[in-house]
């Protein structure tokens, strides 16, 4: 990998001839004069601006990854509040919430019911994806 500022000497002051063997265009040459006379009409902020976007590029991307992050967040919230519904059905926490010994065995026995019933299905479609993909491969 080359050096940034052999790079940069190479841009701005080129010393092979072009690829047709013709001399360099004299614009060429130039541009380190344009480049310098910008750097010391403007001074000091150029470099500011050079800092500025990189400072912008640096924000977008944190910006970005703590969108993506709060999103996720907010999805993780939503499912977890969705397989809590599917699993601990209000009616039936509420029957263990009651304290009652015959009613608090009525409700885990619905609850670990309704568990073995989803934990069937889940089983029954891994065993029908990998009955697939075994016909598959």
Not at 45 to 54: I, K
Not at 117 to 136: P, Q
Request: with cysteine; hydrophobic share 55%; proline share 4%.
């Amino acid at each position: 990998m080359r050096n940034l500022l052999q790079s940069l000497v190479d841009y701005l002051l080129p010393v092979r001839p072009n690829v047709n063997g013709q001399r360099i265009n004299p614009n060429d040459c130039l541009r380190f004069l344009i480049v310098t006379a910008i750097v010391v009409l403007n001074g000091p902020e150029v470099f500011l601006a050079a800092d500025m976007v990189a400072l912008l590029d640096i924000l977008g991307v944190v910006l970005f990854m703590t969108a993506f992050a709060v999103g996720y967040r907010m999805v993780g919230g939503a499912i977890l509040t969705s397989i809590q519904k599917i699993l601990f059905p209000t009616e039936w926490a509420v029957l263990i919430k009651l304290r009652q010994p015959s009613l608090v065995a009525y409700g885990m026995m619905r609850i670990g019911i309704n568990a073995l019933l989803i934990l069937a299905v889940c089983l029954g479609v891994v065993l029908n994806t990998a009955e697939v993909a075994k016909k598959m491969g």
